[in-house]
């Protein structure tokens, strides 16, 4: 299976480079994020077209997740279990949930969409609202896991937190000032890989940027930030054969200001004790 995650950025704006990217690097499963439209304004027909099933999940013009599969897909989640909402003046356990979550079980494997909270800025209502979001998910995952240790289960997408100073290479997002590099946040993504899982791109992709702002020529003086993650419990890492980071998708006509992570899982080999080990 070759899984990719991409934060879009309106999948209507984008929708042929997005396909043609899916088509040309081979894609079995693609999560989107931001795809900034309602279900029945997603252009199914172009994927369609193109071999792929599709389940999306958008309210408005913000937000919105969607997973695209060459195979058929099963168990379609549209929120986890006790998935915070938020509202504007809303506060509270019955706030409205976004459109930040979709999961789908295919060939075995459980692959959730995943758009983070951004955050906004540090005390900020948003902020609290991500930081209970990122609880939650955790919650689902260790529960999830612990119920059936040897499940291949894949969070991908959009996190909105650079875990490592390394990973953030924009001058304006400052520790102690800015969100995405929080100690909160980060230790909140550390608690994700405590619950059983693994960034499974970066033990073969060390360094590397996903986003970078349109603004102040961010990406091509490569001030950017790694904010789009692959991780996967330990039956997903043990079957991974191969990943990249396409930094070449944020060049050309009307990019995304994110950039694909793509991950080849072989579980046919995952047992293989001759494979290469991935440390």
């Given amino acids: 299976m070759r899984l990719a995650t991409w934060n879009v950025n309106s999948i209507r704006a984008r929708v042929d480079r997005i396909v043609d990217f899916a088509v040309r690097e081979h894609i079995d499963v693609l999560a989107m994020q931001e795809i900034k439209c309602k279900v029945d304004q997603f252009p199914f027909a172009a994927f369609e077209d193109a071999g792929f099933h ?107 937190i650079a875990p490592t100073d390394a990973d953030n290479g924009d001058p304006t997002i400052v520790p102690g000032f800015s969100t995405h590099v929080s100690p909160p946040e980060r230790e909140a993504f550390a608690g994700l890989e405590a619950a059983g899982l693994h960034d499974v791109v970066r033990p073969l992709v060390p360094e590397g940027f996903t986003y970078w702002d349109y603004k102040r020529l961010r990406f091509p003086r490569n001030e950017g930030l790694r904010i789009d993650f692959i991780l996967g419990s330990h039956a997903v890492a043990d079957a991974v054969a191969g990943a990249t980071i396409h930094r070449d998708e944020r060049k050309g006509e009307a990019p995304s200001d994110h950039v694909p992570v793509v991950v080849d899982l072989d579980f046919a080999g995952a047992d293989d004790d001759d494979r290469p080990m991935i440390f």
């Fill in 54 to 160: 599709v389940e999306a999940h958008g309210f408005s013009q913000w937000n919105g997740v969607a997973i695209a599969s060459r195979e058929p897909m099963t168990d379609v989640r549209r929120a986890f279990p006790a998935m915070p909402g938020f509202a504007k003046g809303h506060e509270g356990p019955d706030a409205p949930q976004e459109a930040r979550a979709i999961g789908a079980t295919i060939d075995g494997v459980e692959v959730w969409s995943l758009y983070v909270p951004n955050g906004r800025a540090l005390g900020d209502p948003h902020y609290d609202y991500k930081l209970d979001f990122l609880a939650a998910l955790t919650g689902y995952t260790r529960d999830t896991l612990a119920a059936n240790p040897d499940l291949a289960l894949a969070l991908v997408g959009d996190f909105n």
